[in-house]
């Protein structure tokens, strides 16, 4: 599902011409005000995907104002060819076979048993309710 525009064109952002697509005329106003310049946006014959935007201002000549070819824009609008045209596909490679699963070693009665010591040795430290409220209650009461 490609999103569809009514207008487009270019403006000039850091001295360089990037196409610009929008739904609204009123985007110039934007554009200005985050600091570009030489905007030119025309609105389409109708709405279309950023490929048939590309295509249409290319066929109109859009680069071109009074016989005279603007450069910049005609390269931005080749770099947005080239960034929209279709890439080849990469070549599927063929699946690797997957290697023989190792056999587990079976763990020996030794290690299970030195697990299950190291386990028991590990006592967790806890306190009874009747040690931790003596201690609440031994300690001062801070002044508020």
């Known amino acids: 599902m490609s999103k569809s525009f009514t207008h487009a064109g270019v403006s000039r952002l850091n001295g360089e011409f990037k196409v610009r697509f929008c739904n609204d005329a009123l985007r110039v106003k934007v554009l200005a005000k985050n600091g570009h310049t030489d905007i030119d946006i025309i609105q389409l014959r109708e709405a279309m995907s950023k490929e048939d935007t590309i ?19 005609q390269a931005a609008l080749e770099a947005e060819v080239d960034k929209r045209s279709e890439k080849p596909a990469k070549a599927v490679k063929a699946p690797k076979a997957k290697a023989a699963p190792k056999a587990k070693k079976a763990p020996s009665m030794d290690a299970i048993k030195a697990k299950v010591a190291a386990a028991k040795k590990a006592p967790v430290a806890t306190k009874s309710k009747a040690q931790i409220t003596a201690e609440l209650n031994a300690l001062e009461d801070a002044p508020f």
């Open 55 to 73: 295509a249409y201002l290319m066929a109109i000549d859009f680069a071109t104002r009074d016989g005279v070819t603007n450069k910049e824009v």
